[in-house]
């Protein structure tokens, strides 16, 4: 019997390989033909631009343009990678696309593993498949996912490398030290790409506390084997800073002008709007030559910290628009206004169904479930209090397919048991 329990395993593993192949190939050639039929259209970007300073002098700077100076404006992990595609390219009419293509090879990964996170929750197989598949074929919020400007994709599949680590604790709640050293590995990883992912660790500790008090001390021997080691992971990148600023950064220094961009008199909630606007570039140094010479001055941490001021004290004088603004950006995450009418269709079509899904495992009481709904609760948050884009959405849309192909393949059985009744 355990003879053939194990051919079935393996066999079971051959068969979540094979169509993770499948669609990863389907994904990266639907982005191709697309990327390939439009042109190149990678445009200027913070991260963009540290990765072509690095690729020219390995200098971590010039994030706003030449003369800029050091920064960490952004993690370092995406601009490092990113550097090595412009290398390779440098000076091919191709490097646009190149970088395009880099993006999108790391969204049909985080699509490709969804079988396997399927797997992993104790979801149904298909769901898995469909929602890869679905994901793969219809690349809805294509510009985040495939600018090559952005590590939006990187970070998906981050959080998704993640899950396969953690579901397993969540369902059989083993919380051993050398499992909390690679989760906090993959944590360390992921918060190179982008810091955010810091509250949804934290709320999966709180979960774990909660749901497992008799293994209360398990938990947090677990937990700080983690945090030790995704701080180890930060540690290079807080040295650098402190090296090159003089001030311990751990993560990235971008807060105080994120937020004083999203607060000031002319702000909407809207990014894509805003940055369009003439005004945006009188609060931003990304081509606002007086906010630029003001950076130089007075150095990339006071500047946020200055920033950081201006916009506290505008939210202390402006607290109803402040309270409207919030909550326009809670809508815009959930409901992105796109460019075309369908692609907002969709996605609200996606956020339904992805909410549907989470409902019906929270209903069949899934051991993994919660560690989804943290993910959407706590994720998301830092992006409610600064101005949204559906890029910033983009990392926790590929578990929105996952779900909602949970949802619908549950109502498909359903509606086939039914008519099965039915008919007999």
């Not at 995406?78 to 646009?96: A, E, H, K, Q, T």
């Not at 084997?225 to 950064?249: C, D, H, K, S, Y």
């Not at 140094?285 to 920033?307: C, D, S, V, W």
Request: charged share 15%; aromatic share 14%; hydrophobic share 55%.
């Amino acid at each position: 019997m355990s003879v053939h329990r194990s051919d079935r395993d393996s066999g079971r593993a051959s068969s979540l390989v094979i169509w993770s192949i499948v669609i990863f190939l389907v994904a990266i050639l639907v982005r191709c033909a697309i990327i390939l039929r439009a042109g190149p259209s990678v445009i200027g970007g913070e991260p963009l631009n540290i990765a072509k300073s690095l690729a020219a002098d390995w200098r971590f700077a010039e994030a706003f343009g030449a003369g800029s100076g050091p920064t960490a404006h952004t993690m370092p992990l995406y601009p490092w990678l990113l550097s090595f595609v412009i290398r390779m390219f440098d000076g091919s009419p191709f490097l646009n696309q190149a970088c395009q293509i880099f993006c999108s090879a790391a969204a049909a990964l985080g699509f490709a593993l969804l079988p396997f996170v399927a797997v992993a929750a104790q979801l149904n197989v298909s769901a898995g498949i469909v929602g890869g598949l679905a994901g793969a074929l219809l690349p809805i919020n294509f510009w985040a996912q495939s600018s090559g400007v952005f590590e939006s994709s990187f970070t998906a599949a981050a959080i998704i490398a993640l899950l396969l680590l953690v579901a397993p604790v969540f369902s059989d709640g083993r919380f051993d030290v050398y499992g909390g050293m690679k989760v906090g590995l993959a944590a360390g990883i992921a918060c190179l790409f982008n810091p955010s992912v810091v509250p949804v660790l934290a709320v999966w500790v709180l979960v774990c506390l909660f749901r497992y008090p008799e293994q209360r001390w398990a938990v947090i021997r677990f937990s700080a084997a983690g945090a030790v080691f995704t701080v180890l992971l930060l540690t290079p990148w807080a040295l650098r800073n402190r090296q090159v600023f003089g001030e311990w950064i751990w993560t990235r220094q971008n807060l105080g002008l994120e937020l004083q961009v999203s607060h000031n008199d002319f702000a909407t909630a809207d990014l894509e709007y805003n940055v369009r606007q003439p005004w945006f570039h009188l609060v931003h140094p990304f081509g606002g030559k007086e906010e630029f010479a003001r950076l130089r001055q007075l150095g990339e941490p006071a500047y946020n910290r200055a920033k950081m001021q201006e916009a506290f004290a505008w939210v202390a004088e402006h607290k109803r628009q402040f309270t409207t603004l919030t909550l326009d950006r809670f809508w815009l995450f959930w409901v992105p206004n796109m460019r075309r009418p369908l692609q907002s269709a969709l996605e609200i079509l996606l956020t339904l169904g992805g909410l549907a899904g989470l409902i019906q495992a929270m209903r069949k009481r899934l051991p993994c479930a919660d560690m989804f709904a943290a993910i959407f609760i706590a994720y998301p948050v830092i992006y409610y209090f600064v101005q949204s884009s559906p890029r910033y959405r983009y990392p926790v849309e590929p578990l929105l397919f996952l779900l909602a192909a949970y949802f619908a393949s549950g109502l498909w059985t359903r509606i086939v048991g039914r008519l099965a009744g039915v008919r007999s």
